[in-house]
């Protein structure tokens, strides 16, 4: 069975191309990845061709792009952007062998619908408060608790979670259930938290436990006319 998309979602997939034994997890994809050597010759050499597994072990594919040309991505990269989203706890003891370290870690959380220049800037502009940036993302259920629109989120959360992925800035991803960050905060004991320049600092959820234990609250100015919202209006009214 050919897939007709690069959707990896409960496979195991199996990687000539990769190193050996190397096995990452993510709450979309869990790789497996067996054996070395070079990929069979295919319609667009520098790609390779992925076997994939069902977890459940019912059903299997050979798993490539329908168009090659189109796919920006060697399947490695895609594989070590995704390895990016981390579960709860499994974050909580990555970042607390960071601060050992000696890293700084900063925190901001947000939706991340249709993603825009907005947002590239100030994940950036976070990044740069210190070592290590980790992008809280509302799921589904979470972005429809906000009463933003009956049909918001306009991208589901799996493939939100993969786009921000995607920015050099951002090293960690996780995704939350409820309406605020405020258990995930307590959780993950952040250094710096970050959010919008349209939150007035005593406002943001969290800042208690971060300065509780030295930590910062920062705000980022937005960049202006420049929002998810403005965007949605802008297509609708074409």
Avoid at 97 to 118: E, S, Y
Avoid at 144 to 153: A, C, E, F, T
Avoid at 182 to 195: E, M
């Amino acid at each position: 069975m050919l897939a007709s998309s690069w959707d990896l979602t409960g496979f195991e997939i199996y990687s000539p191309r990769l190193a050996s034994g190397r096995h990452l997890r993510s709450p979309f994809i869990e790789l497996a990845v067996m054996g070395s050597g070079r990929a069979p010759d295919s319609e667009k050499p520098d790609r390779q061709q992925v076997w994939g597994r069902s977890q459940q072990g019912n059903s299997q594919a050979l798993i490539q792009p329908l168009h090659p040309p189109m796919m920006l991505l060697s399947t490695e990269e895609r594989i070590l952007m995704l390895s990016k989203v981390k579960q709860r706890q499994e974050l909580a003891s990555l970042l607390q062998a960071h601060r050992q370290a000696g890293k700084r870690i900063v925190f901001t959380n947000g939706c991340f619908d249709l993603m825009h220049i907005g947002h590239t800037r100030y994940l950036q502009a976070a990044k740069d408060l210190g070592d290590l940036l980790v992008v809280a993302i509302n799921s589904d259920e979470s972005v429809k608790s906000l009463n933003k629109g009956p049909d918001r989120p306009i991208v589901p959360a799996a493939q939100r979670a993969e786009v921000v992925a995607a920015l050099s800035s951002v090293d960690y991803i996780i995704l939350f259930n409820e309406p605020d960050p405020q258990s995930l905060i307590a959780t993950l004991q952040p250094d710096i938290l970050v959010k919008g320049g349209d939150w007035a600092v005593e406002q943001i959820i969290g800042r208690e436990i971060v300065e509780a234990r030295g930590g910062v609250v920062h705000t980022i100015p937005l960049v202006p006319g420049v929002s998810t919202t403005t965007l949605i209006q802008r297509i609708r009214s074409t």
